[in-house]
């Protein structure tokens, strides 16, 4: 039976449609209030149905339905079958499974907070999704200033005889040792949770009221740590943005869209004041309407949300739809447990925040969820802001791809012209740098898919040279490189080391020398030597830019060429590397060597004040003061410095 044969069989009843192609797999899913009506639609002229639409349409063989008792069961089901089947022609939160997330380890007696991919119903809390990864572990640095939390794995801290190095500098109050009860413990624990809703005002009132009692009962060493947090967080929330009039708690969405790239920036507001921001990128959405993309989001984005507050502000939407997504949220919150936090937590008056309905259920007020797409007003102003915000992150995201397109284009490129079984992924660069010889240090620089890698960048003192020889400098660095990576791999292989602690073990896919013939040649020696002769290796000569190659003639390639550029790009930056680090050497021996000769400057002063001074010109600016005040000093060697260095009698010396 054809599709559309399938369609006078159709219920006029709410539910779940699904499209699947040949082989069974699962193209699309969607919700309709009326089957019959809704995916009828879909096989209309041809030319009136997004392009995306039209190429599903081909693609599907079948059709599946399932009928719901109404519309919000339709949406929970729709919700659920597009998180399992992620289906390729719905619109998707882009890496949806990788968006990391805080975990509170409520479920422990003595919780922890980290970082997590995973979320599983376990009985912890989990907060996010975040997109930032570097935001969110800056969140966490601030969690452990504020309220130290334990960080080890034991599960039972009973076992544990003594607390670990966090104990002594105060980022853990060691359950382990007995040195915090777990009743003090899990409050510190519920403030950081307070935290991460937004409810800054509601620890403030905690940390007051704690405080005083301290001081009431003469515990005046914690009434001052109580004290020195609340001055802690006192400065954290100064630098948050007052959002809106009322104290309500709200999160706001907008959309910015380009072809088939869509941006949602939110913004959460907690108790009037703007405590976070997220951006989120959605594939698929080009041909679909505004309202359809936000609607998307939402469903995507609050199935697994932690937290959901009692309103929601869009810049766009279907009015019947969002009732029936504030419905099903609404069911949400009761499942979760959330709605009771959801209450009147963050308002000191014990009021219900603005803006947030009521009804009564069982005796007990309970929070609704309302979804508005506001036209005037604050709420308006606000909604404009994100909005303004959304389009800036989807033009960043823009250059962005465009960037990286270039990139793997170049890497293509250059795979082509120097022939390369494929784009290399970790491209390495060595560079010598020397004055006649003195000083001499090599820079090894790193690109992983077209991009620099400073965490890779490793740098090489060579003191077995006896003066100018590139070709045995060159030689020297390898050896030492290769030599670590083999024995690392060795160590990692037996368990000694791990992949995080080692420095060399990555082997390049392609290695290029900052010089000529020469050079090549001592590079490919040492590989062979190494057993890594499979390794491509190329040298590029600077103001011909020509590329030499093992065995071939010297390739020239238009100044314009994107192979030739990535290959500039990280020579460049190996020669600025390996010079960097040749000025810093011999600026430390000029420095030294000035130092040698001030008489009772012994080693160990000229040790202290070579690693206060980088260099002779920042020694020459310091002062009498400054120089006395170093380690090992007094004020006779400071003057005896100072004197040297200014050609100078310094009076009162």
Known sequence: MSLQDKLPYLPAAPGVYIFRDGNGGVLYVGKAVSLRQRVRSYFQDPARLPPKTRVMLQ??????????????????????????????????????????????????????????????????????????????????EVLRSLFPFRTCKHKDLSKVERPCLNYHIKRCPAPCGGRIGREEYRRNMEQICLFLEGRQEEILKQLRGQMQAAAAALQFEKAALLRDRLRALESVLEKQKVAAAGRGDRDVLALARSGDLSCVALFFVRGGKLVGRENFFLEGTEGLERAEVLTAFLKQYYGRAEFIPPLILLSDGDKRELTAVAGWLTLLQKKSGTMDRAGAAGQPDGKPPEGRPEEQGGGKKRALVQIKVPQK?????????????????????????????????????????????????????????????????????????????????????LRTLSGPDDFAAMAEVLTRRFDRAREERQLINTGQLSTKEAKFHQLPDLVLIDGGAGQLGAARQVLQQQGLAHIPVFALAKKEELIYRPQDEPLRLQRDDPALQLLQTLRDEAHRFAVSYHRQRRTRRSLKSVLEEIPGIGPVRRRALQKAFPGLEELQKASLEQLAALPGMNRSAAAAVYRFLHGEEKEGV
Do not use: W
């Open 59 to 140: 693609r599907a063989a079948d059709l599946e339905y399932i009928v719901t008792d109404n519309e919000v069961e339709a949406l929970i089901l729709e919700a659920n079958l597009i998180k399992e089947h992620r289906p390729r022609y719905n619109v998707l939160l882009r890496d949806d499974k990788s968006y990391p997330y805080l975990k509170v380890t409520i479920n422990e007696d003595y919780p922890r907070v980290f970082v997590t991919r995973t979320v599983s119903r376990d009985g912890a809390r989990y907060f996010g999704p975040y997109t930032a990864v570097r935001d969110l572990r800056e969140t966490l």
């Open 377 to 461: 007003g604050e709420d308006k102003q606000l909604v404009d802001m994100v909005a303004h915000n959304a389009l800036l992150a989807l033009r960043e995201e823009e250059l962005a791809r465009t960037g990286r397109k270039r990139k793997e284009q170049a890497l293509e490129r250059l795979a082509a012209v120097l022939g390369l079984p494929g784009p290399p992924h970790r491209l390495e660069c060595y560079d010598i740098s020397h004055t006649a010889g003195q000083e001499t240090v090599a820079s090894l620089v790193v690109m992983l898919d077209g991009r620099p890698a400073p965490r890779e960048y490793r740098k090489f003192h």
